[in-house]
């Protein structure tokens, strides 16, 4: 019940993105707020119909709770997890901006 209240509200708040506004492109995050409520409510297919990139920003974050307790836990190994985290969240940027790069040349 909480999960549909949520994303109809969401639905009632205009939304636009100031790049497509200002430049007639989508920005690379496009649509990955609506990813998120769809994958919220276990819809993958539609989540990766809003953004593609979406499921590697999720699983990045849903990544860090666990390494980040472990880091609590094990003070030794906090420099590594920071680290790795670092290097992923680049990696990450690197298909977000690749996505979408090549969005762009197949749209034109």
């Known amino acids: 019940m909480f999960k549909n209240t949520l994303i109809d509200f969401l639905n009632l708040i205009p939304h636009f993105c100031l ?3 200002l430049f ?3 920005c690379p995050v ?11 409510n276990g819809n993958i297919n ?3 119909s809003f953004n593609f990139t979406s499921l590697f920003v999720a ?9 980040r307790l472990f880091s609590l836990t094990k ?3 906090r420099n590594r997890i920071n680290l790795f985290s ?3 969240g680049n990696i990450i ?3 977000i901006f690749t996505n979408w790069a090549i969005k762009l040349f197949i749209k034109n």
């Open 19 to 21: 790049i497509d506004k």
């Open 24 to 26: 007639s492109v989508e």
């Open 30 to 40: 496009c649509g990955t707020t609506r990813a998120f409520c769809e994958l919220s």
């Open 46 to 48: 539609k989540a990766v």
């Open 59 to 67: 699983s990045f974050f849903i990544l860090q709770i666990p390494l």
């Open 75 to 77: 003070e030794n190994t």
């Open 86 to 88: 670092k290097y992923l």
């Open 93 to 95: 940027l690197i298909i």
